[in-house]
């Protein structure tokens, strides 16, 4: 046995993948890979997530609302994933509201931590974001 723990055994993993795919990187940082794609555009995300599927299906704004809520559900296990779908939703035309209201409903089912963790993280998302547009 290592005697180190399961988060450091796939850290290292991870570092090793990294360093796979590009030699170059010095090490891997879950947040720091948000910046490598922090968004896509909203008509990308309705071809690989939205309309793409189905023509009558949901639209991407929907989906990744829906993404949202399932996020919240896992708690803190999911705070890239939170940040990177709540860009991702404002980009396919979702409101600071729809984003809040999605994430406080899950209150009820994930409890008020998890839906705490989460409406932290889409504020820093949703400042960073008006930052950028100044």
Do not use: C, Y
């Not at 406080?104 to 960073?128: C, E, H, K, N, Y």
């Amino acid at each position: 046995m290592t005697g180190k723990t399961p988060f450091e055994l796939m850290m290292e993993q991870a570092q090793e993948m990294a360093k796979s795919f590009n030699p170059a990187l010095e090490s891997f940082s879950p947040k720091g890979f948000e910046t490598l794609w922090p968004t896509m555009p909203k008509e990308m995300m309705e071809f690989a997530f939205g309309k793409g599927m189905s023509k009558d299906g949901l639209d991407a704004k929907t989906r990744l609302l829906l993404t949202l809520a399932g996020l919240t559900m896992q708690g803190a296990q999911s705070d890239t994933q939170v940040r990177m779908t709540v860009r991702h939703a404002i980009e396919a035309g979702a409101t600071k509201e729809e984003i809040a209201e999605t994430i406080a409903q899950m209150s009820m089912f994930a409890g008020i931590p998890a839906m705490t963790r989460a409406m932290d993280l889409a504020r820093d998302v949703m400042a960073d974001k008006e930052e950028d547009e100044t």
